[in-house]
């Protein structure tokens, strides 16, 4: 439900009495992700999505049922072979909706945590008791936590414990508890979400393919940072679409910034005394992806400069050069969605191959959906 914390938020602050459903997981060709969610006010209006159209529908109505008679439950979702079209995903794949009314409890402060673009993780059950369906926890970076998913405080604090963990990696997707420390004596299966400040591109070299990128990255979600040493072309009206701009050496801002293991580099400096002091540094960092802009020549050029000055032949490995998939890409805007398309796959293990006629799983990361006592209707 945090993918949508902001119209939720604004909902909470309205008094509105409201449903939500969130994919708890899902299996084979399933369209949306586990944390993605559909909301249900008691007008009737609707916001989100679970599953790109095709069991919306039945989905609303459960939504509409929870603020009627203030229940939580979990149903399956999948294909149909008796009618393609009844309530199924025409797409082969299963997911497993959790359903809950929103009435107080820690949601106000997990949406206001991901709105503010605090860290936190909000860790709920989806499998379990039926009278501890939907109790919620929400976890703190520093391990503390509120709420209580209503057994005994040892289970709270194990969940916390689950929770932060997946915190740590940014992580959204479902953990079961043992029988320790629960008071009904079976395991327990929680759905955490977590929310995490987004994750950042720092784009250096202010040039007009920069430009491109950077409208990218912030459609895909990023905090995008333009860095470059010319103040004459780092300036926000070139870039007014970037969360930052610094005019600084790249390797400089590089060495004095903060970055994790999401954080994307893109060298479109294309000039070695920028390049090769910034790529030294970037690819001994943890980072999700280093990738810098030339051609076949300029690269052997650069990696040749880069052996000179230490840079070891694993971490030479790690550069993305020339950046971008082959798209046959021409303007700065082809060019963008090259690297980004390039972003994307390295980031889900994707091929960047044509799907068409190919025998590889359209979604890379798509856990199955735990077996246990959920129910199905299709």
Same mark, same amino acid.
């Not at 979990?74 to 072979?81: A, H, K, P, Q, T």
């Not at 970037?242 to 610094?246: G, N, T």
């Given at each position: 439900m945090l993918d949508i914390a902001e119209e939720l938020h604004r909902w909470v602050e309205q008094g509105r009495e409201f449903a939500v459903a969130t994919v708890?997981?899902? &299996? =084979?060709?399933?369209?949306?992700?586990?944390?993605?969610?559909?909301?249900?006010d008691s007008d009737g209006t609707a916001i989100g999505s679970v599953s790109g159209?095709?069991?919306e529908g039945a989905v609303y109505d459960l939504c509409t049922q929870a603020l009627e008679d203030g229940k939580t439950v979990?149903?399956?979702?999948?294909?149909?072979?008796e009618d393609a079209f009844a309530v199924g995903l025409t797409c082969g794949g299963i997911i497993d909706i959790l359903v809950t009314p929103v009435r107080g409890g820690v949601y106000p402060a997990a949406l206001e945590a991901a709105v503010s673009g605090e860290a936190a993780a909000l860790a709920r059950?989806?499998?379990g008791p039926a009278d501890l369906m939907g109790r919620a926890l929400l976890?703190?970076?520093?391990?503390?936590?509120?709420g209580g998913? &209503? =057994?005994?405080?040892?289970?709270d604090r194990t969940a916390a414990g689950e929770a932060r963990a997946m915190l740590d990696g940014g992580r959204t997707g479902t953990v079961v508890i043992g029988e320790d420390g629960s008071r009904c004596g079976q395991p327990l299966t929680l759905l955490v979400e977590s929310s995490v400040p987004p994750p950042r591109m720092i784009v250096f070299g202010a040039i007009d393919f920069a430009s491109a990128l950077v409208r990218v990255g912030k459609f895909l979600g990023y905090h995008v940072t333009v860095c470059d040493a010319r103040p004459v072309f780092a300036t926000p009206a070139r870039f007014p679409e970037?969360?930052?701009?610094?005019v600084e050496w790249p390797h400089r801002y590089l060495a004095s910034t903060e970055v994790d293991g999401r954080t994307v580099l893109c060298v479109l400096t294309h000039d070695a005394k920028f390049d090769v002091p910034l790529l030294e540094?970037?690819?001994?960092?943890p980072v999700a992806y280093v990738g810098a802009m030339g051609s076949r020549r300029t690269h052997e050029d650069r990696n040749k400069r880069l052996r000179e000055v230490g840079v070891t032949e694993l971490e030479l490995a790690r550069l993305r050069s020339p950046i971008g998939l082959d798209l046959g890409a021409r303007t700065p805007e082809e060019t963008a969605l090259s690297i980004a398309a390039e972003i994307v796959a390295n980031r889900r293990g994707g091929t960047g191959a044509s799907l068409t006629g190919a025998h590889t799983p359209i979604h890379h990361d798509s856990p199955r959906p735990p077996a246990g006592r959920i129910g199905s209707v299709a």
């Open positions: 708890v997981a899902v &299996g =084979g060709s399933a369209p949306r992700q586990p944390g993605a969610a559909l909301a249900v159209g095709c069991v979990v149903e399956r979702f999948g294909y149909s072979d059950i989806v499998e976890v703190r970076p520093d391990g503390s936590y509120e998913l &209503g =057994g005994h405080p040892e289970l970037a969360d930052e701009i610094v540094a970037a690819l001994k960092l």
